[in-house]
């Protein structure tokens, strides 16, 4: 629960999920008047909400080399933090089928 209101806490997290969100309703073939998307949709999101929030042995093992870096090597832990849980989302929307109409 505490990772789910890390997530909803953050701007550009939230934003994505309803990207996300949208994608899914487009793709049910939802009415125009904003119908739910079907429970398999909304399952294949949540998880992709949980690989986003999930960390690995790498991303660990940067947080813990995190304060004894530079602030300029600092944020580059950053950014490879976020490009491991990106393609953590990916391989499990790949694994979900998700991605077969876009690639």
Do not use: Y
């Not at 309703?25 to 998880?47: Q, R």
């Not at 530079?70 to 491991?84: G, P």
């Not at 694994?95 to 690639?103: A, H, Q």
Request: charged share 25%; proline share 2%.
């Amino acid at each position: 629960m505490g990772k789910l209101e890390g997530l909803l806490s953050d701007e550009e997290s939230v934003k994505q999920l309803a990207e996300l969100a949208q994608m899914f309703i487009g793709e049910s073939g939802g009415e125009e008047g904003g119908s739910m998307p079907d429970m398999e949709s909304v399952m294949k999101l949540t998880g992709l909400v949980g690989a986003f929030s999930q960390s690995d042995s790498n991303s660990e093992l940067l947080l813990a080399l995190k304060p004894h870096l530079s602030a300029e090597r600092q944020k580059k832990v950053d950014k490879a933090i976020k490009l491991l849980r990106l393609i953590a989302v990916w391989n499990i929307a790949k694994e979900n089928g998700l991605l077969d109409n876009i690639i």
